[in-house]
């Protein structure tokens, strides 16, 4: 069938959820709130003003949210995945992953920013909360699981490396 070829590049890029299914279903549909709000708001569908003077802080927002999405993207390549992978995979420490341990997670927490600001609503509001909170959730299950598949080198680099942005934790 025309479905075939998408449900196989589906199985190759989304694993085992992190955390338990409901919340981890939950994170992307919050997600999905997050990600429309600008794309609505550039498309001209105004469902709040943004925020009075904070328009320009917004678009630095996403801009910087796309440039850590590509650049995390160059390290991981098609090692990508949604959730944990079930096959053998790599460690992530080099370019972004240096200064980094969840880029893709600072993207979603950059882009949620920026969606509030653009669209400063109850929905998106609540929505890039509780995107937050769970995918920062699903950070620290990853790292659990990180720590039993690579043991040492994953602690030295979790020494090394913030979290998110700062110093090392």
């Not at 096959?87 to 341990?101: K, P, V």
């Amino acid at each position: 069938t025309a479905m075939a070829p998408i449900l196989a590049l589906l199985r190759t890029i989304v694993g085992r959820p992190t955390i338990h299914p409901v919340p981890f279903a939950i994170t992307k549909l919050t997600l999905t709130v997050v990600l429309l709000a600008p794309a609505l708001h550039v498309a001209g569908v105004r469902i709040r003003s943004p925020l009075h003077g904070l328009a320009p802080l917004a678009v630095a927002l996403l801009v910087a949210s796309f440039i850590v999405v590509v650049l995390a993207g160059r390290v991981l390549g098609r090692s990508a995945r949604i959730g944990l992978p079930d096959g053998a995979t790599e460690l992530a420490t080099t370019g972004i992953y240096r200064f980094c341990r969840h880029p893709m997670y600072l993207a979603i927490f950059l882009y949620a920013g920026a969606s509030c600001l653009l669209c400063p609503h109850p929905a998106v509001l609540a929505s890039a909360i509780v995107t937050c909170l769970l995918h920062h959730r699903i950070a620290l299950a990853e790292e659990t699981f990180l720590a039993e598949r690579f043991g040492a080198v994953w602690l030295e680099h979790m020494a090394r490396t913030p979290r998110y942005v700062g110093l090392p934790h």
